[in-house]
């Protein structure tokens, strides 16, 4: 390893730390476990004007791939001199390419490195130019401003304590100094702000948060450690896009950041795409094993693939109620991811509906559709719901809502004529209701359902001319409903929504029966008892009513 870099101590003075060495830092300049903070707006760095004597002798030529047209004609200050022209002009990445040049043809000159640092500030590549910074200070430790440029990229990149003990040592030779003095204040103020912001955040004042966040960028615009915080708020707003871009930005920079790692994790979890997500768990994980919120994510969310696995396995194995303790408990582990939530409940409401269950179901749809509205799916499937539960009209709103997103579907055009369709049967009497059975019933359920009924509301059962009305009214109607339920021609215009007065004329003669003709049904029905069919106060013998 190199010689760490030391800041001169004045005579008589204390030095207050050593500033680290280049093995201390990674490839883009950032140190680990490291307090993250940042400083004031970047000044355009300084550029180093070397004395034309150092560079007077040329070093002997070697035949290497020019970077640059005619740089191998160049001189080291010629190469220095080209990248300060093109400085000057804003072209900081053709700059570097000559200070480069110049670098190789000679190392040991530190302002060729304090230059390059300084183009790197300018394109806000901190780490580069936190590498170039120490190496000048290296090369040339009693030069303060290396020392300060070092300080200012540390500041940058967030890494506070880094930033402040350089700042305290250049004070401690230099209590005068004022970059310094400016600079620490400025540390300061980052850190205050980071503190704020995270609290805005954890008390769900994010809007604050953003704020607080951006004016400790504007002060440290290339702090990872805000920015980072900055995507997680924007995370917390469902703002997904946001705060992607911010951290693609930093793994551009840094592809195995761990902390980056995590929040990208956190980002296409929250899209639903929980391979990627793990995945960006487990990258975080080997580049530190010991990163807690990234260990913590991961095994939460492999228990939530694990129970809707579960779910999935016993709803093909038709357990709906395993089914739905699984997803109950896959939704109570990311109660706030909208796209991984909206399936689960879709899934749940399913195996409800499987149970009859049905109000809960639709409630499921309803949770499923606040999260993504866009759910044609969990549409159609609480149109469906809505028909059992005879909410008729709100179900063809359902089925227009999801032919509006996709008007070319066929199968959502059908389904909003079967809506239309159960609607207008709603509008006439429910056979199937009157006699209390279901619509699959056969003609044995049918025939038991009458015989109920029609002994329920038998106008003798009942005493009182008022009673009588009501009972030959209900009478009349279950008898209705027996006389086309039981003809299967007749039952099948009645399923397809045929109106009541078109089967009853299409039955053979007239508009419907009359009162004698259901106590005619009625009396066939309990024959055998004795003859005629006659009820007390009816006349006749044969059944009565006990």
Known sequence: PQPRPRMPVAKGRKSAGTPPSKDEVGDNGREQDSDDESVPDLEDPEIEDVDEDED???EEEEEVEESFPGESEMTALECKNAGNDLYKTGKYVDSIVRYSAAIAKDPATAAFRNNRAAAHMMLQDYGAALTDSLKAAELEPTTVKFWERAAKCYSNLGRTSDARRLYDQILELDPENATAVREVGQVQAVKKLEEQAQAAMESGHLNSALSFCDRALVIAPGNDRVKLLKAEVYLKQKNVGQADRIVTSILRQDSNATDALYVRGLCKFELGDIDKAMDHFKRALRGNPDHKNSRTKLKMVKALVAAKESGKKAWSAGKHDEAITFYTEAIAMAPDNASICSKLYFNRALALSKLKKYQDAISDCTEALDRDPSYVKALIKRSQLKIEVELY?????????????????????????DAKLELKKSKRKNYYKILKIEKTASDRDIKKGYRKEAMKYHPDRVQGEEEKAKNEIRFKDVGEAYSVLSDAEKRQRYDQGADIEEIQSGGGGGHGHSHGDYNDIFAQMFAGGGGGGGFPGGGGGGFRFG
């Open 393 to 417: 009209d709100e179900a063809v709103k359902d089925c227009e809502a999801a032919l509006e997103m996709n008007p070319g579907d066929n199968d959502l055009k059908q389904a909003l004529r």
């Open 56 to 58: 007077d002798e040329e």
